[in-house]
């Protein structure tokens, strides 16, 4: 594709529930970032894949954040028992290789209710 | 910890002025980025610097890192309405083998009115 896609666009939850984030990265590119975005907080990195291997998770706030990358290509962030602090958006990245420039897609905007 | 700080954080200023954003970060970088965000949108990379005096520039904007000081500026010139949007500055730390994470300042929005 043209660009880094994510789906849904919004995604509103109830308390408690589990929600799955999807991102379709920029073809070819190696490398797949997530970050969050909340007003309280910033930008602030997630975690990082090099191909379907995730070397660096340190910023998944807790063990109910996961994430995994399939065929090197697409990701899904996965929040279980999801807290109304998860509210914000995620925003997805791709680069061609670690280190490159970092493209970012649309995000979803995530409310828990 | 690699710390990046904006300022300032809100800027307001007329058509045709010009301005400066600075961003400050906290210890030695690979590299440092601009990017600009609409409401609602997601970010846009506008400038990528890589060495001590780097200078780019694109339409009324142009940017340059000084790594000694460990300091970058945003510098706008005669400003339009279009380049209203809130601006970051993220920077990516070398220790530690760490050449991806991508650290934000706060963001600066910038209002430019007629």
């Known amino acids: 594709g043209a660009g880094v896609s994510q789906s849904p666009s919004n995604k509103v939850t109830e308390k408690g529930k589990d929600v799955e984030l999807r991102c379709d990265p920029i073809s070819g590119h190696t490398a797949l970032y997530w970050y969050r975005q909340s007003l309280g907080q910033g930008l602030e990195f997630l975690i990082y894949?090099?191909?379907?291997?995730?070397?660096?998770k340190s910023g998944l706030p807790s063990d109910r954040f996961s994430a995994e990358r399939t065929g090197g290509s697409v990701s899904t962030l996965t929040i279980q028992r999801t807290q109304q602090e998860d509210s914000a958006v995620y925003l997805c990245?791709?680069?061609?290789?670690?280190?490159?420039?970092?493209?970012f897609g649309p995000g979803t905007r995530l409310t828990v209710l | 910890e690699l710390k990046v700080e904006q300022n300032p954080l809100f800027l307001s200023m007329q058509e045709g002025k010009n301005y400066t954003i600075y961003c400050n970060y906290s210890?030695?970088?690979?590299?440092l980025y601009w990017y600009r965000q609409d409401p609602g949108k997601s970010l846009e990379s506008l400038f990528v610097l890589l060495s001590n005096g780097a200078v780019k520039q694109e339409g009324r904007l142009m940017a340059s890192l000084d790594t000694k000081a460990r300091l970058s500026t945003l510098h706008i010139t005669a400003a339009v309405h279009d380049l209203s949007a809130t601006y970051f500055c993220a920077v990516v730390g070398n220790s530690g083998g760490s050449n991806y994470k991508l650290t934000f300042g706060k963001g600066t929005l910038l209002t430019v009115n007629p």
């Open positions: 210890t030695t970088s690979d590299r």
């Open positions: 990245a791709s680069s061609v290789s670690s280190g490159g420039t970092q493209y």
């Open positions: 894949f090099q191909g379907n291997s995730a070397p660096d």
